[in-house]
Each structure stands twice: as structure tokens, then as C-alpha cells.
């Protein structure tokens, strides 16, 4: 069983910058994906960016040059740092894991972009 605990999160301004992290309990492998999606009222969730087996990080179009993703396997945590936020970035933010063929989620973080 793996669970996910988000923290960070909160309101920032236009073109601020924010990071969140995301803490990992339970048997997860380097191999295996750790990342972030997100999801605005009244639509669908998406994909963030995720990790997997020492690869490069796999972005969305609309948050590539922004968000940086960084992970420790050490401690099991995954960090989504974003710059250059934009109101259209505001949502809930669920740290994400795929362990072999089980998906798992964090209940999420609220990140809120507004003057």
C-alpha cells in the first residue's frame, strides 16, 4: 500500500511563484512514476509532470518552461516548484504514483493564482 501527502499549496499572485511537495509512504521503486496532475472546477484532471526510472521529467505543454519537477528516492518525495504562475494554473494539485500496475493518489493541495 503507498500513500501520498501533499504540502505547500496557498494563493499567490500573477507571475509568483510557488512549490509543492509531496511526501511517498509505502513500497515505491525508482522505477516506478511519481509526479503531479491537477484539476480545475469543472474540468477534467490532467497531467502535471511526472518521473519515472531516472528519466527526464515529462511536462504538460501549457506548464513546460515553467515547473520544474524534482524527486529524491531516498526519501520517497516528489517537488513541483512553478514559476511564472497564471490564474489558469489555479486547481487542486494530487500528487500521483504508479507503482508497477496500481495508480495512487494524494487528496490533493489547493494552489489559488489571483491579484
Known amino acids: 500500500q503507498v500513500q501520498l501527502v501533499e504540502s505547500g499549496g496557498g494563493l499567490v499572485q500573477p507571475g509568483g511563484s510557488l512549490g509543492i511537495s509531496c511526501a511517498a509512504s509505502?513500497?515505491?521503486?525508482?522505477?516506478?512514476?511519481l509526479g503531479w496532475y491537477r484539476q480545475a472546477p469543472g474540468k477534467q484532471r490532467e497531467l502535471v509532470a511526472t518521473?519515472?526510472?531516472?528519466?527526464?521529467?515529462n511536462f504538460a505543454e501549457s506548464v513546460e518552461g515553467r515547473f520544474t519537477l524534482s524527486r529524491d528516492n531516498a526519501k520517497n518525495t516528489v517537488a513541483l516548484q512553478m514559476n511564472s504562475l497564471k490564474p489558469e494554473d489555479t486547481a487542486v494539485y494530487l500528487c500521483?504514483?504508479?507503482?508497477?500496475?496500481?495508480?495512487?493518489w494524494g487528496q490533493g493541495t489547493q494552489v489559488t493564482v489571483s491579484s
Open positions: 500521483y504514483a504508479q507503482v508497477w500496475a496500481r495508480e495512487y
Open positions: 518521473i519515472a526510472g531516472g528519466g527526464p521529467a
Open positions: 509505502g513500497r515505491i521503486f525508482p522505477a516506478n512514476a
